[in-house]
């Protein structure tokens, strides 16, 4: 049962433009939501959140957009640059029932072409 | 400051062998989770130590088990290694169990098991 889906497995940009990850998940319990990036050979790093009361948060060149009756999320990096080339996870937690249990989808590769 | 630190970086096992993987949290972090990710995929929560118990198991059989020492490093132990088994094995650390605290994860430990 995948609860937390990407349905993109990759995603190629131009350097400048905007990069535009989704991501999906059934499981109405979860109430805060993540975003990590990961290089080859390093574990991976947080990049931005959001909790589930609200709808929108950014963080610089990132923001992440809840859409909670569409069970739906998405990232978006603007403008897009070469070193944001990596593998983006979406991951989910229900505070209620597994705390801090992180539950991820399967990644998406972003390659941003200079 | 030292961030995740875990030991060893690569490992090859022999399919029945027994296994143990280090992992030494953030400084400050008292929380440490486990997770697996195989090729291609998501990382897979295993379990999650906090006061030296284990708080939360992902669904991972008995062959897989934990321990977290007073100074909140923990070691992840599998036995009768499968095949299946192989894979990049990631420890995370937080402060607390609560859903919105951030995880820091380490490089990761890869396992291939002939």
């Known amino acids: 049962d995948q609860q937390v889906k990407q349905n993109s497995p990759s995603l190629s940009v131009q350097e400048g433009r905007i990069s535009i990850l989704n991501c999906d998940y059934t499981n109405s319990m979860f109430d805060y939501f993540l975003w990590y990036k990961k290089y080859p050979a390093e574990g991976p790093t947080f990049l931005i959140s959001?909790?589930?009361?609200?709808d929108k948060n950014e963080d610089g060149r990132f923001t992440v957009f809840l859409n909670k009756s569409a069970k739906h999320l998405s990232l978006h990096i603007v403008p897009s640059q070469p070193g944001d080339s990596a593998v983006y996870f979406c991951?989910?937690?229900?505070?209620?029932?597994?705390?801090?249990?992180?539950?991820f989808g399967e990644g998406t590769q972003l390659t941003v072409n200079p | 400051d030292a961030g995740v630190t875990q030991s060893p970086t690569h490992l090859i096992k022999t399919r029945g062998q027994q296994v143990t993987l280090r992992c030494s949290p953030k400084s400050g972090h008292d929380t440490v989770s486990w997770y697996q990710q195989a090729l291609g995929q998501g990382p897979q929560f295993i379990f999650q130590y906090y006061e030296e118990e284990e708080r939360q198991r992902g669904n991972f059989p008995d062959r897989f088990s934990g321990h977290q020492f007073p100074n909140y490093s923990s070691e992840l132990n599998v036995n009768a290694l499968l095949l299946g088994d192989s894979a990049l094995y990631l420890c995370?650390?937080?402060?607390?169990?609560?859903?919105?605290?951030?995880?820091?994860f380490g490089p990761g430990t890869r396992l291939t098991v002939t």
């Open positions: 959001i909790s589930s009361i609200k």
């Open positions: 991951a989910a937690s229900a505070e209620e029932t597994s705390g801090s249990r992180l539950t």
């Open positions: 995370a650390s937080s402060v607390g169990t609560g859903g919105s605290y951030e995880q820091y």
